[in-house]
């Protein structure tokens, strides 16, 4: 449980706040490369730790991440001309590059000092493995941008793609944590003991602190004497990467999408301090990359395929208005959850949850180890800010080399020998 003042330490993400302070000290995703496409298209809104901003790819190709009002009467610039290296009101012609300058403005005088004055907040972005990334906070502490292995993968070997979620980003971070849970709700197999999540339901949890966040160990015994284990990494402040060489879901024979050699993660992004945008990426740990047709299968099997998104958004047909259209047969005879897709089943629960969960009225137990130790480090992390301090993984050297790694292992088998010689990346 957390006290109620340390809940909200680490739930609010607006500008001054300590959480909003803390993001602020990161490269974070602000959109997919996709959603702009072309030199000089149309403008997309994006609002992002609170803040309503508007995003643009300029004549060149870069990237403008804009305040999302002009500051001459604050008309929204999402109807704004992009033209020319920039974008212009329509409203009065006032003209802004992707720096913020004002580089025209037509209903004033020729030769006005007042262009000189205006200017527009700009956020710097840098473009890297289809996401556009942006830094919020104080120029003196920008780090270099994100360097992760999957990142320098080839094209063939990666995707990228983004759901919207109704929750606070902290509890919608904590479900990606938490391994225990997917021995239940992700059950998609009742009855069925060959199941790697139903031969046992209570993992052990080793916790290990890095310079980066931690790396954590989800221990499972198997009835012939051998473990599953699984090291996941988090890194600070908002993402986790997991493993998936083993075919998990036994009984599912060739369409176990989990059946190709991966490794992938979800960053939770903070909209605001009640809704979230998840980036989740895979990577295909094979020389040959992702086979055809299989990202469409993965993605309809985590339940955010094309056909599970409400048209020309990221938000997922299935949701907390029609509750997730959850079939009780299915609940009853197959699936422990009755709700379709594996994103999907997460969503329910974490949105279900309410806006913001009030964690002073949880009682934890040793599944929850993970989840302990991140609050304490964005706990820590947060005064560390305050105090003028760099926060952890804010340097891209900590962290670009880590990969997470799963096995099956023998009784004489240490993971902590066998995962050395393997958590170690490619590219």
């Known amino acids: 449980m957390l006290k109620p003042e340390d809940n ?21 995703p602000a959109l997919l490369c996709e959603e702009l ?13 609170g ?30 001309r992009n033209e020319e290296c920039g974008l212009r009101c329509v409203y009065h012609g006032w003209k802004f590059d992707r720096h913020g300058n004002c580089t025209d403005m037509p209903s004033e005088p020729a030769g006005t000092p007042l262009q000189a004055k205006v200017k527009m ?12 990334w942006t830094y919020m906070g104080p120029k003196d502490t920008m780090p270099e941008p994100p360097d992760y292995e999957w990142m320098r993968a080839p094209q063939s070997h990666r995707f990228i793609s983004k759901t919207w ?26 009855g069925n003991e060959a199941s790697l999540r139903n031969q046992d339901r209570s993992p052990r949890i080793e916790v290990e602190r890095t310079d980066y966040g931690y790396y954590y160990v989800s221990t499972r015994s198997l009835k012939d004497g051998t473990s599953y284990c699984r090291l996941y990494h988090y890194v600070m402040p908002n993402q986790q990467m997991r493993s998936g060489t083993v075919k998990f879901l036994a009984g599912a024979g060739d369409e176990d999408p ?31 990359g992702f086979p055809d047709g299989w990202t469409e299968k993965w993605e309809s099997f985590m339940g955010r395929g094309k056909d599970d998104l409400i048209p020309g958004t990221f938000r997922l047909k299935r949701n907390l208005a029609n509750d997730y259209l959850i079939d009780r047969d299915v609940q009853r005879m197959k699936t422990y959850s009755g709700i379709k897709g594996l994103n999907t089943q997460d969503y329910a629960l974490q949105e279900g949850m309410g806006p913001i969960v009030d964690r002073s009225k949880e009682f934890l137990g040793t599944s929850d180890r993970a989840i302990v130790a991140m609050r304490r480090q964005l706990i820590e992390a947060t005064y560390q800010v305050e105090k003028g301090e760099r926060p952890p993984a804010a340097d891209p050297r900590t962290h670009r080399n880590i990969r997470p790694v799963d096995r ?20």
């Open 8 to 28: 909200e330490r680490v739930t609010r993400v607006g500008k001054g706040t300590p959480m909003g302070e803390l993001f602020r000290r990161y490269w974070i």
């Open 258 to 288: 989990h059946a190709v050699p991966k490794m992938d993660g979800h960053f939770w992004v903070p909209v605001d301090d009640e809704h979230t945008y998840v980036y989740n990426w895979s990577c295909a740990v094979t020389d040959k």
């Open 408 to 427: 099956v292992l023998n009784a004489d088998q240490a993971w902590k020998d066998v995962f050395a010689k393997e958590a170690v990346s490619k590219w």
């Open 165 to 190: 979620e109704d929750c606070n980003w902290l509890q919608a971070m904590e479900g990606g944590l938490d391994t225990a849970h997917s021995s239940f709700v992700h059950n998609e197999f009742i």
């Open 121 to 132: 907040a700009a956020y710097p972005t840098v473009e890297r493995g289809g996401i556009i």
């Open 37 to 49: 496409p072309e030199k000089d298209g149309a403008p997309v809104r994006v609002r992002l730790l």
């Open 51 to 80: 803040e309503d901003l508007i995003a643009f790819r300029d004549s060149d190709g870069e990237i403008g991440l804009l305040d999302a009002y002009c500051p001459h009467r604050r008309a929204p610039m999402f109807y704004g």
